[in-house]
């Protein structure tokens, strides 16, 4: 079936420095999204990428979506201790299914 | 706003029993979800259901059920929890044109 990998599973950064976390899917996908879940909390919607080569930006986070529409990052420069958590993504395949294939998500941790 | 509520953020079970595991969506979405998350597996698809009375198998339905009897609930059911069941659910529902997941606080399952 359809798998989306994501790496790294850890990153341990220092407050100020940039973090990235990648996606790679087995297919190709219709859209992917991002979600963040905070610890103790649940996995809140980022933001959602469509078109191939798409590039979205929300304050010191950037999101890439690949040419092929099979890979994608979250880029969050300088990053803050606020931006603790663990990041999602998630494929829609094309065919238009229901259901969100996640990644295993990529846990940050930000040093003060 | 939107809202995804589960009927307890907490809740402990003996081994053999019944468990019913309820959610509740305000937003009229069609889509509903039922996750599980372990450490380092991320987000695991048990159930989902695109209409009332429809459901379909996600990755690792073996031991639970599901009820979609109106569109706003959609229930887990574990017929005979085991102590390998412990863990973190998450329900999430979405509408059928974004396909935007959006999640409920989650319940902590302890099956002792």
């Known amino acids: 079936g359809q798998q989306v990998m994501q790496i790294p599973q850890y990153q341990h950064v220092q407050e100020g420095e940039d973090f990235t976390t990648y996606c790679n899917s087995s297919t190709t996908l219709s859209n992917i999204q991002w979600y963040k879940q905070r610890p103790g909390g649940h996995p809140v919607f980022l933001i959602q990428l469509v078109k191939s080569g798409e590039v979205k930006k929300q304050k010191r986070l950037t999101f890439q979506f690949g040419e092929a529409k099979k890979n994608s990052s979250l880029h969050i420069t300088a990053t803050q201790t606020t931006d603790v958590g663990t990041y999602f993504c998630?494929?829609?395949?094309?065919?238009?299914?229901?259901?969100?294939?996640f990644g295993k998500g990529t846990k940050l941790t930000v040093n003060p | 706003d939107v809202k995804v509520t589960q009927s307890s953020r907490y809740l402990v079970k003996r081994t053999g029993e019944k468990v019913f595991l309820e959610c509740v969506q305000d937003?009229?979405?069609?889509?509903m979800f039922w996750y599980r998350q372990d450490p380092g597996l991320g987000l695991r698809l048990i159930y989902f259901s695109y209409d009332v009375k429809m459901k379909e198998k996600g990755d690792i339905p073996e031991g639970y059920s599901v009820s979609r009897e109106k569109k706003e609930r959609f229930s887990l059911i574990l017929e005979s929890a085991s102590t390998n069941q412990t863990s973190m659910y998450l329900c999430a529902s979405s509408s059928g044109l974004l396909n935007i997941q959006y999640f409920g606080a989650g319940t902590r399952l302890s099956v002792l």
């Open positions: 998630a494929g829609e395949t094309q065919g238009g299914s229901e259901k969100l294939v």
């Open positions: 937003m009229d979405h069609e889509n």
